[in-house]
């Protein structure tokens, strides 16, 4: 405890005292660099009036000196000789006493005429001095720094008038030198040195005070020189105890012939920083020490009580005390053992109910796991015994449970179900393409109320059809848990219904039909007599009554019709009782055995499963197995195969003829079982609409296929059981 508050207060302090130091250094590094960029600005200024205060001096000094009405006039004779004796008194005086070192005299329109400090130098045009040329153009006076053959110097150029005539100009100059430097550097304790300008990037050293490295600063002056501004250095790499500035200095025109370097030693500074830095560094490891004493003290004197409370806290969590705790002041710590001593009271109560609740633990145990246990067993008892699926499926698919009635309605194993995820999706909901999307999307999309037809394939095949009733499980963010819910078996149901529909559309149309059929008989009779007996009142050449015979054929034809429409539809109540369909076709087949021995058909009987036996009309089956197989042996070629397959289950049986009949089309397959009459009055298409009552009353249904063009399937599907049991 007592470190945990001593940490954060000393990390505190820590983190405060040298945030101080920082900000404090920080401050007062940038107030030293912005004091030192002044000062060694203003010692750049002050260099630039010293520049200006000798080019004024030279300017009064040429002024003052052609204002002398001797040099005026010797200067307007051009009395070169007198004039220089003239003026060397006053140079000589002026060089020793301000250091004059120029003295020239200029004659229009820009010639030099007399060099005092070089006599022997006279005579050039000097067109490249500009200040000489707008003082010979304007009459007034100029000062510049400014070069010239004697080097660059600091010049004052005034004109010279006799008797109100400009007659030249007289120039004064100061050097711009190691020797003004120097003067500089004593008075202000700078170091000074001036690059001349030779060219664009191209500088020489002119003079100086302390050596330098001319390559280091040799990019820096091109910068200067053409941006012309002012560059300040605070101690820049290879100079680190040293301010420097790098000034452009200007002529007479205003463009720059040189660049000056001006260094201020800043060790001074640099100690007094470090001295500061030390003290300021003392006095914050100073603060930190008497902030961890002065924390330690406080944490002392708040942890003490708390760690005697915290140690008769332990005991009685460890239950080795008993009686209540010294009462305190009423301050935090008096309302924490007050809190201490409530505790305790309510754990002794506490530990007296549980000792109490011990003691009848067991015996409630017992009871409670003995209705817990005989509930699971009810409850399991109760859906494995149901008789229907129930199921539950979570939200990726997987199929967490099904009950044993899954096992015996499809065949699929538990293991084979249970943990799949892709059983549900595929067995069950009949998902063609596999993905990942939600189960409510795959098995019930668009149902609301999850309630859904199933038709579904056991493990063998055989199609079943189940309700399906789902009950969504939701978690608190709308999201899908799981699926319960159960299948109800309606496969049954489902096939009699259909059966039902099937006997209700045979008995209307039948009823129909019959009415059909009455109807037209009795016109038919009248017809039919009335047309014999018009034949035979013909002669037999005549041939009026070949065309009698005609109508009496078709009348024969329709009557022919008539009566499989009035046989059809003739209702006869079935005579149920077990047939075994093997004896009746080959008893049908034994009736058709001259036909087939003389058409050479080869028979081919097969059976599939268990004797094929079913509730049934013995006498009208045969009759309907009879009309179908004689038909077939009617139309099969000679010398091909009848191929007679029949399988059985405890559902329904199937019998199919397969054998070859040419000349077949769709027409026909669809008018198969349609009243007709083709061929002789004894053809046997005539009894095939009756094949098909009778099948449809026991429950059935027939279907006609073509395999390859020439191959004709029937296929008989008779129940078990038929519908009208």
Same mark, same amino acid.
């Given at each position: 405890?007592?470190?945990?508050?001593?940490?954060?207060?000393?990390?505190?302090?820590?983190?405060?005292?040298?945030?101080?130091?920082?900000?404090?250094?920080?401050?007062?590094?940038?107030?030293?660099?912005?004091?030192?960029?002044?000062?060694?600005?203003?010692?750049?200024?002050?260099?630039?009036?010293?520049?200006?205060?000798?080019?004024?001096?030279?300017?009064?000094?040429?002024?003052?000196?052609?204002?002398?009405?001797?040099?005026?006039?010797?200067?307007?004779?051009?009395?070169?000789?007198?004039?220089?004796?003239?003026?060397?008194?006053?140079?000589?005086?002026?060089?020793?006493?301000?250091?004059?070192?120029?003295?020239?005299?200029?004659?229009?329109?820009?010639?030099?005429?007399?060099?005092?400090?070089?006599?022997?130098?006279?005579?050039?045009?000097?067109?490249?001095?500009?200040?000489?040329?707008?003082?010979?153009?304007?009459?007034?006076?100029?000062?510049?720094?400014?070069?010239?053959?004697?080097?660059?110097? %600091?010049?004052?150029? /005034?004109?010279?008038?006799?008797?109100?005539? +400009? *007659? $030249? =100009?007289?120039?004064? !100059?100061?050097? @711009?030198?190691?020797?003004?430097?120097?003067?500089?550097?004593?008075?202000?304790?700078?170091?000074?040195?001036?690059?001349?300008?030779?060219?664009?990037?191209?500088?020489?050293?002119?003079?100086?005070?302390?050596?330098?490295?001319?390559?280091?600063?040799?990019?820096?002056?091109?910068?200067?020189?053409?941006?012309?501004?002012?560059?300040?250095?605070?101690?820049?790499?290879?100079?680190?105890?040293?301010?420097?500035?790098?000034?452009?200095?200007?002529?007479?025109?205003?463009?720059?012939?040189?660049?000056?370097?001006?260094?201020?030693?800043?060790?001074?500074? %640099?100690?007094?920083? /470090?001295?500061?830095?030390?003290?300021?560094? +003392? *006095? $914050? =490891?100073?603060?930190? !020490?008497?902030? @961890?004493?002065?924390?330690?003290?406080?944490?002392?004197?708040?942890?003490?009580?708390?760690?005697?409370?915290?140690?008769?806290?332990?005991?009685?969590?460890?239950?080795?005390?008993?009686?209540?705790?010294?009462?305190?002041?009423?301050?935090?710590?008096?309302?924490?053992?007050?809190?201490?001593?409530?505790?305790?009271n309510s754990l002794k109560e506490r530990q007296e109910k549980i000792e109490e609740y011990a003691r009848t633990l067991e015996?409630?145990?017992?009871?409670?796991?003995?209705?817990?246990?005989?509930?699971?067993?009810?409850?399991?008892?109760?859906?494995?015994? %149901?008789?229907?699926?129930?199921?539950?499926?979570?939200?990726?698919?997987?199929?967490?449970?099904?009950?044993?009635?899954?096992?015996?309605?499809?065949?699929?194993?538990?293991?084979?179900?249970?943990?799949?995820?892709?059983?549900?999706?595929?067995?069950?909901?009949?998902?063609?393409?596999g993905g990942d999307r939600n189960i409510l999307d795959v098995c019930w999309e668009g149902l609301s109320e999850f309630r859904?037809?199933?038709?579904?394939?056991?493990?063998?095949?055989?199609?079943?059809?189940?309700?399906?009733?789902?009950?969504?499980?939701?978690?608190?963010?709308?999201?899908?848990?799981?699926?319960?819910?159960?299948?109800?078996?309606?496969?049954?149901?489902?096939?009699?219904?259909?059966?039902?529909?099937?006997?209700?559309?045979?008995?209307?149309?039948?009823?129909?039909?019959?009415?059909?059929?009455?109807?037209?008989?009795?016109?038919?009779?009248?017809?039919?007599?009335?047309?014999?007996?018009?034949?035979?009142?013909?002669?037999?050449?005549?041939?009026?009554?070949?065309?009698?015979?005609?109508?009496?054929?078709?009348?024969?034809?329709?009557?022919?019709?008539?009566?499989?429409?009035?046989?059809?539809?003739?209702?006869?109540?079935?005579?149920?009782?077990?047939?075994?369909?093997?004896?009746?076709?080959?008893?049908?087949?034994?009736?058709?055995?001259?036909?087939?021995?003389?058409?050479?058909?080869?028979?081919?009987?097969?059976?599939?499963?268990?004797?094929?036996?079913?509730?049934?009309?013995?006498?009208?089956?045969?009759?309907?197995?009879?009309?179908?197989?004689?038909?077939?042996?009617?139309?099969?070629?000679?010398?091909?195969?009848?191929?007679?397959?029949?399988?059985?289950?405890?559902?329904?049986?199937?019998?199919?003829?397969?054998?070859?009949?040419?000349?077949l089309t769709q027409d026909d397959l669809d008018q198969f079982f349609l009243p007709r009459a083709l061929g002789t009055v004894?053809?046997?298409?005539?009894?095939?609409?009756?094949?098909?009552?009778?099948?449809?009353?026991?429950?059935?249904?027939?279907?006609?296929?073509?395999?390859?063009?020439?191959?004709?399937?029937?296929?008989?599907?008779?129940?078990?059981?038929?519908?009208?049991?």
């Amino acid at each position: 405890m007592k470190w945990k508050l001593l940490i954060p207060f000393l990390g505190f302090a820590l983190v405060g005292t040298i945030t101080l130091v920082y900000v404090g250094l920080s401050s007062q590094m940038a107030l030293i660099e912005g004091h030192e960029r002044k000062e060694i600005l203003n010692v750049y200024k002050i260099f630039l009036a010293e520049i200006q205060n000798k080019e004024e001096l030279a300017l009064s000094i040429a002024a003052t000196l052609a204002e002398e009405t001797l040099i005026q006039e010797l200067l307007a004779k051009r009395a070169r000789a007198k004039l220089l004796t003239a003026i060397a008194p006053v140079y000589e005086r002026l060089n020793k006493s301000c250091g004059l070192w120029i003295l020239n005299f200029h004659i229009p329109p820009g010639r030099s005429f007399l060099r005092v400090h070089a006599p022997q130098k006279w005579g050039e045009m000097i067109a490249y001095r500009r200040s000489v040329s707008d003082v010979m153009k304007s009459g007034r006076g100029r000062r510049a720094l400014e070069w010239g053959l004697s080097g660059v110097a %600091l010049r004052g150029v /005034s004109p010279v008038y006799f008797q109100s005539k +400009l *007659v $030249g =100009a007289l120039e004064v !100059g100061f050097p @711009f030198g190691k020797e003004f430097l120097m003067r500089l550097k004593r008075a202000w304790g700078a170091d000074f040195i001036v690059y001349e300008k030779k060219g664009e990037q191209s500088f020489k050293r002119l003079e100086g005070t302390v050596a330098s490295d001319f390559e280091a600063i040799c990019s820096r002056l091109t910068s200067v020189v053409q941006n012309g501004t002012i560059s300040i250095f605070i101690s820049p790499p290879g100079a680190p105890k040293s301010s420097i500035l790098l000034g452009p200095v200007k002529d007479y025109h205003g463009e720059v012939i040189a660049v000056v370097e001006i260094h201020i030693d800043r060790s001074e500074i %640099l100690a007094r920083i /470090s001295y500061t830095r030390r003290v300021m560094f +003392l *006095v $914050g =490891a100073m603060g930190i !020490g008497i902030s @961890f004493l002065l924390t330690w003290l406080v944490a002392s004197i708040f942890v003490r009580p708390i760690e005697q409370i915290v140690e008769q806290a332990g005991m009685i969590a460890e239950g080795k005390r008993e009686t209540v705790l010294e009462a305190r002041p009423m301050d935090e710590m008096g309302k924490l053992t007050q809190s201490l001593n409530q505790m305790l009271n309510s754990l002794k109560e506490r530990q007296e109910k549980i000792e109490e609740y011990a003691r009848t633990l067991e015996s409630r145990v017992r009871e409670r796991t003995a209705d817990l246990v005989a509930s699971e067993e009810k409850y399991r008892a109760l859906v494995e015994h %149901l008789p229907l699926v129930v199921y539950r499926i979570l939200k990726d698919g997987t199929t967490e449970f099904v009950n044993s009635y899954f096992t015996e309605k499809l065949g699929y194993s538990a293991e084979e179900v249970v943990g799949n995820k892709r059983f549900w999706r595929e067995v069950i909901c009949g998902e063609q393409e596999g993905g990942d999307r939600n189960i409510l999307d795959v098995c019930w999309e668009g149902l609301s109320e999850f309630r859904t037809e199933r038709m579904v394939k056991d493990k063998t095949g055989r199609e079943l059809v189940f309700m399906d009733r789902a009950i969504p499980m939701w978690d608190d963010q709308g999201g899908l848990r799981w699926i319960d819910g159960i299948m109800v078996d309606i496969t049954e149901q489902k096939r009699l219904q259909e059966r039902a529909l099937r006997a209700e559309e045979i008995r209307i149309v039948g009823e129909i039909s019959a009415r059909f059929a009455h109807e037209l008989r009795n016109p038919l009779t009248i017809a039919g007599g009335f047309a014999r007996r018009l034949r035979d009142s013909f002669p037999p050449n005549d041939p009026k009554r070949k065309n009698a015979d005609i109508i009496v054929h078709q009348i024969l034809r329709l009557e022919q019709i008539l009566k499989v429409m009035l046989s059809s539809v003739k209702s006869a109540p079935l005579c149920l009782g077990d047939v075994d369909l093997e004896c009746i076709i080959r008893y049908c087949l034994n009736d058709l055995n001259e036909i087939i021995e003389a058409k050479a058909i080869k028979i081919e009987l097969s059976i599939a499963g268990e004797r094929p036996c079913v509730l049934g009309d013995e006498d009208l089956l045969a009759k309907a197995f009879g009309v179908l197989l004689e038909h077939a042996v009617a139309v099969i070629p000679e010398g091909e195969v009848l191929s007679i397959t029949i399988h059985h289950n405890e559902e329904e049986s199937l019998i199919t003829f397969r054998h070859k009949s040419k000349g077949l089309t769709q027409d026909d397959l669809d008018q198969f079982f349609l009243p007709r009459a083709l061929g002789t009055v004894s053809s046997p298409f005539l009894d095939l609409p009756v094949a098909n009552v009778i099948i449809h009353r026991h429950g059935g249904r027939i279907k006609v296929k073509l395999e390859n063009r020439d191959i004709l399937v029937v296929n008989i599907y008779l129940p078990v059981v038929p519908l009208a049991s």
